[in-house]
Structure formats: C-alpha cells, structure tokens
C-alpha cells in the first residue's frame, strides 16, 4: 500500500512536469513561428547555393498524382540537388497527419496536398505559404487557372494554393438504356425531369439511379448538399444560424431518399463513387450523378460502356446550376525548411509546360482536368478527351462558389461549409440522414438531431 | 474406426477451406487487372497479371517491409526478453501484489489508442523522434508487454511444482531453473505468445500513420495508400496486402510447428 | 506461509529468511518488465489526463486554454457516450462468445494427428494475419457488395434478392468480420491449451473406458478453463479497440458507433485533443471498474493462479 502512495506522489510530480513541457512545446511553436520562417529562410538560401534537398511532399493516392510522382525525375534532373519524395496517404489520413504537422509546426512536409476545402481555412490561419508573388512572376500565368477554383483558394485575394486537380458533379446516363425507353434527357434537367426517367428505366436486374449513400462529408453529403440547395436550402443562413431542419432541406432529403427507395440501387449505405462506378460499368445501374471525373473513366479504353454515354448539367430545380466544385491543391506550408525549393516544384507540377509534358509522355487523355482553362484548347487534348471535355469545361465554369445556392451565404464553398467544425457535423448529419435512408428513424428525426449539432457549429461562428 | 477418422477430416479441412477462403480470394485478386477484380459476377477464371504486384513494389513495397520487420521483430524480442522472466515472477507463489501487478499491466491496454495518439505525437515531437522506428518499436514493445506477460503467465502456472522443486534441489541456479528446465516446457506458449504479438506490431496502424512520415513508415500506412476515392484499387491492394502478410504467415508457419503434443508435462519423470 | 504451516513443518528461523530472500530475488527479475511498463504507459497518460483539462482543437488555434472539468462536462452531456457504451459492449460480447465457441470448436478438430495437419493450421491462422483495414476491405468488396460480391453472387444466383449487408444489417457485418480475424486468435490460444493436457490422464481416461464426449467434459474442459479465461480477457480487451470494419463498412450508423469509432471521430477528425483526451479517460475509468468486478469475481486465472 505504501508503496504505492509513493508511486502516486512521483507519478502527480512527473505528471507536472510533463504538462509544463508539453504545454511549453506547443505554445513556442505558435510564438517563435515567425523566428522559425526567418530561419527557413536562411537555410533556403544555402540550399539555393548548391547542397542537396530533398522535398517530401504529402499526397493522397489520386491519378493526377500518381502521374506527377513518375515525372518527377525529369524535374529532379532539370533541378539537379533536388530530390522530390512522395508520401502517398488515404485521405483520411492525410488530413490528420498534415494538420497535426502543420498545426504542431513540425515540419515534416515541404508541400502538402490540401483540397478546397482546408486552403481558405488554413491560409486564414497563417499555416501556409502565400504564394500569390511568386505565381506573378515569370510566363506562370496564374490568370489562367479556372476563376471558380481560384476563387475558392483565395482569402482577401491572397492565393495560398494551386489546383492540380479540379471536378464538379453531372449527370452520367446509359444513353443506350434511355433510347430504349424513348426518354431523352436535356441538356440542363431538373431533378423532377431525372427522377421520373429513372422509376421509368428502373428494373429488378437494373437501378434507376446510382447515389452515394456512404455516410461522410465528402461521401453522401457532397451530391447531397447540392441537391439541398437547388431546392432551396442550405446549411446556415448569413448569420450563422443552422438550417438543417427548414422545409427546403427536409424536401430535398426526403427527395433523395425516395429517390433511392424507388429506383435507386440495392445497399446504398455502401456506396461512394467506386462502387457507383462499378455499378454503372457492370449494367446495374442507368444514371449516375456524380464527379466529373467519371466521365473519363466511362469512356476509357476497356470500358464496357465506352461510347454508350450522355452527359448532362447537374440536375437543378430553383438554380440555374447547381454542380458542386473540388480540386486537389499543392501548397506550401510555412513550417517547411525549403521553402523556395517546394515553391518551384509546386510551380512546375502545375504549369502549362506541364500539362503538355503529360499529354506527351503519358498520353493526352492523363491530362490532369479541371485546373487550367489553357488545357481544354490545347489540340490534342481536344481530340483525346472530345467525349467529356466540353461538359467538364462548361460546368467547371458555370458554377459559382459565392452563392450557390438561392440565398447568400457567409462562406466560400458548395458542397461544404468552409468552417473546421463541418467536417465532423457533416459526418455526424450524414450518419443520421444515412440510418434514415436505412429506415432507422424519419427524415425528420434526423435532421432534427442534425440541427442541434449543426447549431453548436454554428454558434462558434457568431 | 478408420472411416470416421476419414470423415472426421473431410470435414475438417472443408471448414478450414471455408474459412480461409476470403484469404485465398485476396490472393486471387492480387493476380487480376482491376477491371477483372470488380466484374459481375466474381471471376474465378481470367488471365493473370502481375501489375499490382509490380505497383506495390515500384512504390518502395520493400522499404516499407523492412521497417515493418525492424519494428515488430524488435519489440518481439524486447518483449521476450522482459516478458519471459516478469512473467515467471508472477507465476510464483502469488501474494497481493502479484494480483495488484497484474491489474497494472492489463490496465496499461484500457487507454485507447486514440485517445492517447495526439499527446503521443506531442512527446514524440518534443523529444525529436518523430519518424524514427526505434521509437515506433518501443512504443510496440510497451503496447503489447501486457498481453505476453498474461499469456505466459498461464503456460508459467502449469509447470509442475515438483519439477522446479527437484531441480532447486539438484542444485539449479534461478538462471538455470527458467532456461534449462520450466522453458521448455512451456515453449508452446512461448511461441504462440510471441507471435501474437509479433502480429499486433505488424499490422499496427494508427501509431504508424500519425508518428511516421517517410523514413521509418510501416507496411500497414503504406497499404492504405493504396485506397482511392476515385478510381478502382481493389487488385492493387490485394496484391500489397498478400505480400505484406507474407512474413506473418511465414512466422506463424513456424509458431504453430511448436504447437506439437509431444511436450507434454508428463513427459518428464 | 499458510501452506507451510498447514503441512505442520516447522522451520528454523534463518531458513526461513533464506526463503524469503530467494522468494525476493525470484521476484526481482519482474522489475525490468515492470520500470519499463511505468515510464512508457504511465507518461503518455499523465500528459492525457492534462490535455483533457485544456480546450484545444488543433482547427482552431487561437482557441486554446484551460477549461478543466469542461470537457468532461461535454462528453456526459453530448449524447454519444452511453449509446457508443452499449454498441461497444453488444459488438464486443457478440464477437468474443462467438470467436470464443467457434475458436475452441476449430482447436479440437486441429487437435488430432490428420493429413495436412500442418497446412491446415497455417491455412487457418491466415485471418488473423491480415491487416485490420485490409480485411475489412476483402470483406466489403469481395464478399457482402451486392455487384461483385461472392456472398451476394452465391445468394442471386438462388434468384433472391441480393442482402444489404451494410444498410440492412450493420451490426451483423461488422461482427462477421470480427469474428472471422478474431477466431485465430482463441484457436491458437485454446490449441496450445489443449496441447499441454497430460497425455498419461488421456490415456488413463480411455483406458478407463471413458467416452470421447466425457473425456471432454470431465478431464479437458476443467484443464482447459484457465486458457478460456485468458482468452476471453485478451480477446475482450483488444476488441475493445478494434474500429476497422465500423470505419471501412458502416461509418458508425444502425448502432455500431462503438467508444473506439467515436473516440477515432473526436480524436482524428474533429482533431480535438482536449475533448478526445477526456473520452479517453473516462474509456479508461469505465474499463477499470468493469474489470476489477469481473477479475476479482470470475477469473480463477487472476484469483488464486498456482501455488508454488
């Protein structure tokens, strides 16, 4: 017994001690973080005199990427002393290993593969590099980025990250299964037009209609949240004030539900865009509402439905469009040790040489998609890519990441709310809205709980 | 008699087939082209490639690996080399320490892993061992300590009085009594003890994702590289996870050899 | 001491300080195994508990203090804890029993000298080699998806319709895949088990003209109680922790939102430290309470244990 009174008192001493250490380690870092850029500085400057670097950039495992990782040994020797070293990451992880990093000042990554969602947020916070003078320079030509993305990775016209990668959402469909069934769909449905095509095409081997169902943020509630704000409704008002339970948004989820419910494909709780994919490859679904990016994988060498597919705006009903909007983007963290070394490289993996750089050596329909508006008059890419490069570039360019939706809102964004909380509401709604789909629980029930958590959020705001 | 024991092993190998055979689809799919991993219905005949494979090792598969082995086998051994004798000591006369002890080390396991990562990353980081899979083995050592000392423990407490006591009385130092006489005895336990956790360290995920980033990353990061929101993955990760398991299988291959009825305790009078 | 007594020797004195020193110095050899025990857990969970008096949301920087109980004060008022109580205890108990019954049912039929003995074992510790995650991937897509899964292909092929195993039944899926990795796991445990019976009582009992079943119940299954113990304890404690299939398969809907998912959300997405350090805690009082009544109750294995 004694002995552990004794145990006790060293352990409440060493339990001090360790706070005090803890609490000091993390409060420096925020302190000296403008004495940590200087030094980068510094040592910027001797590595630009010759000694070797080496750029660790954190990546998630997307093909554009994939891409880039076996080209850049021809930047490695163009630039000679540098070597490039990628860390590929699922996406999950990868936002919790560069935030810790980035937010603790460790330091570890020299440029990080962010999505539009995090760039405002973290250049808000001073976490990245601005990178707004060095685009200016040389023949860059930021201008040339999509105005939409640009805009979503801007705060008060500093630009803290460039797209590698851009998508927005439309309507996939069997055009085979629709001429059999005498439906035509226009160019710019509305989502009353979609849903009766697909309860007319929707048999026991054959969906309707393919949705997410995957409950997260960025699964379900990415064609969701579009789906809310054609009809009306959206997450918060101007003044923070949670929307999740208004009529506009109830309507659009139930909408989506009986959607499923009637022509929708079996088991929609495990379903994202791979599965969809699938899915619609396999002919067991008709339509498919999704990332624009599918459009080139529909219509790839090998694929069983290559050339059977139309393609159309993403359904609306009170907007005129209503495609969401999401790129990959490359930025430099201030914490990074080689800060103009990860500049070029950030700078050469995203420009108009490059783009031709891939068409030429890797083929042009790899061109990475949706980042430069340069890439869709480029010839060959034209020629290559004819079946899904026009919708991709009208839609990219049509939608507006300000007011999306009917009403103004206090946030840069479609499909997700520009606020560090929305990740976690947006998977805790989604689950609610998920068990609905489920039948565990109404519609309303659920957003009713969503509303509760999306007003804490919220709250914070004010 | 003969019949029955046939019968008894159709049996049991239909079952065991059974089981293993989600196994034997990962390693069927490691074989197929994406395009034939996610067909309708599921293939069983198609032609075999070996992309994956030369995916996963393109993208430094055998760096990964060998952290991987650095890892595990030396928190294995750490443990061992703790485990084996703190466990003997617990398996002697018991008082209420022994039990006050024993509580203390399973409840080393009760703190999620969760919980705890955040602050563990903080140290790491303070200490300036961010990346470095010594650390990363140390910290499997101490995660899987509790279970090895439990687990030997056991096998400790079924060694017969009478053969420690015979050889305290030959004469046995404290040094040749565990080695020479209770060890093998117990090697079973031993070696099923030790692939345990040679298994936990291998297959550790979250530590690994958040307190490495590229010298010292582990195989199971490394596999969920692998997963990708917009396209098919499923045969290339097939493909990474069979040759990740390939060590472990080999390990267990040799763990469950010393699982042989022979070394039973009346053997020796 | 009692059982000295009991035997009626009497001792002289520097005898029994002899003993008591050997005894001391078989004892000693535990203290490495213990020191390291103390510095690598016992820090990390001071700086927990400390972290879990302090807001800090590593989102929000600028936001950062300390708050004390409020955190704890979050985690009982939020309305997540007592249902990722239950969906922990129902999904841990589920696939424990279950391993446990289907794990010994494997150790005895491995238990015998068969062609392929060898193989057979091997073949069928393999579930539990594969990496968490990556099992639970083979699972969601080779086996319960309703296009290319083999499970689902077997079932159309009846002409039903195909099962929604993640929307319909999302407690089944992830026990399946539990108990399938954690199988292995008794078996190896309950085989050695089995394997260190005394071969002379076997023989004894069939020489006796005890039947196989008797065998079973009277000689094997008293032997084999510490090892069920351990599994069980073992087995409980890890999955306790397990979250990979909730996270691969059903993202915490339809009740399998289990402490580990929800500390994995605060902790890895929320990004709260503050509030995931508290979780922890609280994981770990709880843990300690259900413990401590079941090891002083019901485990032999902890209660007396030997006797040397």
Known sequence: MLKRNRLAAISASVAVSALVLAGCSSSDDTATDAATTDAAAETTEEAATGEDVTITVATVNNGNMKDMESLAPIYEAENPGVSINFQVMEEGDLRSA?????????????????????????????????????????????????????????????????????????????????????????????????????????????????????????????????????????????????????????????????????????????????????????????????????????????????????????????????????????????????????????????????????????????????????????????????????????????????????????????????????????????QLVADAIAGRGTVEEALNKGQEIAQVAGDAQK | MKLKASLTTAMTWFLVLLFFFPVFWMFLNAFKSEQDAATIPPKFVFTPTLEGFQLAWDRGMATYMANSLMASIGATLLILLLAVPGAYALSIRPIKKTQDTLFFFISTRFLPVAAVILPLYMIFKSLGVLDNIIALGFVYAAINLPIAIWMMRSFFLEVPKELVEAAQLDGAGLFKELTQVVLPLVLPGIAAAGLIVFIFSWNEYFLATLLTTSDAKTTPPFLASFVDGRGLFLGAISAAASLASLPVIIAGWVAQKQLVRGLAMGAVK | MAQDQAVGVIKPPSMDKIEKRQAWKRRSILLPALIFAILMTQIPFLVTIGYSTFKWNLLKPDDFGFVGFDNYITVFTAGDLWPSI???????????????????????????????????????????????????????????????????????????????????????????????????????????????????????????????????????????????????????????????????????????????????????????????????????????????????????????????
């Not at chain 1, 054609?230 to 208004?246: K, L």
């Not at chain 1, 499923?260 to 899915?279: I, K, M, R, W």
């Not at chain 3, 090892?227 to 339809?254: C, H, N, R, W």
């Open chain 1, 98 to 430: 560069v935030t810790a990093d980035v937010a603790s000042g460790a330091g570890q990554y020299d440029v990080v593969t962010i999505g539009a969602y995090e760039v405002p947020q973290w250049g808000a916070n001073g976490w990245l590099t601005d990178l707004t003078p060095a685009l200016a320079e040389g023949d860059y030509d930021v201008e040339d980025i999509l105005p939409p993305v640009r805009e979503a990775l801007s705060v008060n016209g500093q630009q803290y990250a460039v797209p590698f990668y851009g998508e927005s959402s439309i309507l996939m469909y069997n055009k085979e299964v629709m001429d059999a069934a005498g439906i035509t769909i226009s160019n710019n449905p509305t989502w009353d037009e979609v849903a009766t095509a697909a309860k007319a095409v929707n048999t026991d081997d054959m969906a309707g209609i393919c949705l997410r169902g995957k409950p997260g943020w960025g699964d379900l509630f990415a064609p969701l949240t579009t789906v809310v704000q054609t009809f009306g409704g959206a997450w918060y008002d101007m003044d923070w004030n949670a929307q999740v339970n208004s009529p506009e948004f109830i309507e659009a989820v139930t909408f989506y539900k009986d959607l499923l419910d009637e022509a929708g494909q079996p088991d929609p709780v495990s379903y994202s865009f791979n599965e969809c994919l699938t899915a619609l490859q396999n002919g067991k679904v008709a339509m498919w509402y999704d990332a624009s990016v599918a459009a080139s994988m529909l219509e790839a060498d090998g694929s069983p439905v290559q050339g059977k597919m139309g393609y159309a705006h993403a359904p609306v009903k009170e907007t005129a469009e209503s495609g969401w909007l999401w790129s990959w983007n490359l930025a430099v963290p201030v914490s990074t040790k080689n800060q103009d070394a990860a500049i070029n490289f950030v700078k050469w993996a995203t420009s108009k040489d490059y783009q031709q750089l891939v068409g030429t050596e890797l083929g042009w329909s790899l061109v990475p998609p949706g980042a430069r508006i340069s890439t869709y008059s480029i010839p060959e890419y034209q020629e290559a890519a004819a079946a899904y490069a026009p919708i991709t570039l009208d839609v990219m360019s049509s939608v507006n990441p300000v007011q999306p939706g009917v009403n103004p809102q206090p946030w840069v964004g479609i499909q997700y709310v520009a606020i560090p909380e929305f990740q976690d509401v947006g998977n805790q709604v989604a």
């Open chain 3, 86 to 308: 239950i969906a922990t205890v129902l999904i841990t108990t589920l696939a424990v029993v279950l391993s446990l019954l289907i794990g010994l049912f494997f150790a005895i039929l491995l238990d015998r000298s068969f062609r392929g003995q060898a193989l057979a074992r091997t073949l069928l510790i393999t579930p539990f080699l594969i990496m968490p995650a990556a099992a639970s991937l083979i699972w969601k897509y080779s086996m319960f998806d309703t296009n290319i899964g083999v499970i689902n292909w077997f079932v159309t092929s009846l002409g039903l319709p195909p099962i929604e195993w993640s929307t319909d039944y999302p407690l089944a899926t992830v026990v399946i895949v539990l108990v399938w990795q954690f199988t292995p796991f008794m078996m190896l445990i309950l085989l050695a088990g089995l394997q260190s019976q005394s071969k002379e009582v076997l023989e004894a009992a069939s020489v006796d003209g005890a039947g196989a079943w008797r065998t079973f119940q009277w000689i094997t299954l008293p032997h084999m109680r510490m090892y069920i113990e351990i599994s069980v304890l073992l087995g409980t404690i890890i999955l306790l922790q397990v979250f990979d299939p909730i996270a691969i398969m059903t993202k915490g809907t339809g009740g399998t939102k289990t402490l580990s998912y929800l500390l994995y959300e605060r902790a890895f997405i929320g990004l709260n430290v503050g509030e995931a350090a508290a979780y922890g805690v609280i994981a770990v009082v709880l843990t300690i309470v259900v413990a401590t009544l079941a090891l002083r109750t019901m485990f032999k294995v902890f209660l007396d244990g030997g006797g040397k």
